[in-house]
């Protein structure tokens, strides 16, 4: 949604929406190398790369977390919108505002409870086995989801006051 005169919040979130999508860019590439590169060690020279199979589902992880704070920006997640849309256009809106808050209080909570998470002393000591390096570093994409979503919502939820409402219809 792009308005004649967008405010900081929505360049903001556009231009983190662009940047998730580099990194996005960047796993998918990374995720390809590791798999054909492993491919190739284990057929050709007999000797597969141990840690690929781990690795490789590290980043599919953080492009799923990516891939949905990018479809938050888009306000792209699916929505079942028949009885919502027989409503008048103010029910509408108050359906579309509560959801969107309901989103926010959900977010807000799983990254409080994230960060303690992270803090706690066992995590610490959380070691990814054939890799051999600390999980902490592969759990960090959870609260970094959070944070990104919740700035994409509020950019939007700011739009949507700025704007008339309407709900997106089959043809988007």
């Known amino acids: 949604m792009h308005f004649p005169q967008d ?21 998918i590439i990374a995720f390809s190398a590791l798999l054909i590169t492993n491919v190739f ?11 690929a199979n781990e690795l490789a589902v ?3 992880i953080w492009m799923a977390f990516l891939a949905i704070s990018i479809a938050i920006h888009n306000d792209q997640h699916v929505r079942l919108t028949m009885l919502i849309a027989m409503l008048p256009k103010t029910a ?3 359906c579309y ?17 994230t960060i303690a998470w992270l ?8 070691i990814a086995i054939t890799l ?5 570093h592969f759990y ?12 994409h919502l509020i950019a939007r939820l700011f739009d949507r006051s700025r704007a008339s409402f309407a709900l997106a219809n089959d043809e988007e």
Not at 16 to 23: H, I, P, S
Not at 41 to 51: D, E, K, M, T
Not at 119 to 126: K, M, T, V
Not at 132 to 136: A, G, I, T, V
Request: glycine residues 2%.
């Open 92 to 94: 509408q809106r108050a």
């Open 58 to 60: 590290y980043i599919l």
């Open 41 to 51: 060690a284990r057929y050709v020279l007999n000797s597969p790369l141990f840690f």
């Open 7 to 27: 405010t900081w919040l929505t360049k903001a979130s556009r231009q983190l929406a662009g940047v998730e999508q580099l990194l996005c860019n960047m796993l």
């Open 97 to 113: 505002w509560l959801t969107e808050l309901v989103c926010l209080a959900i977010l807000t909570t799983i990254l409080w409870y």
């Open 132 to 136: 051999d390096w600390p999980k902490w």
């Open 119 to 126: 803090w706690s002393p066992s995590i610490h000591y959380d």
């Open 140 to 151: 960090l994409i959870v609260p970094l989801f959070c944070v990104t979503s919740i700035f």
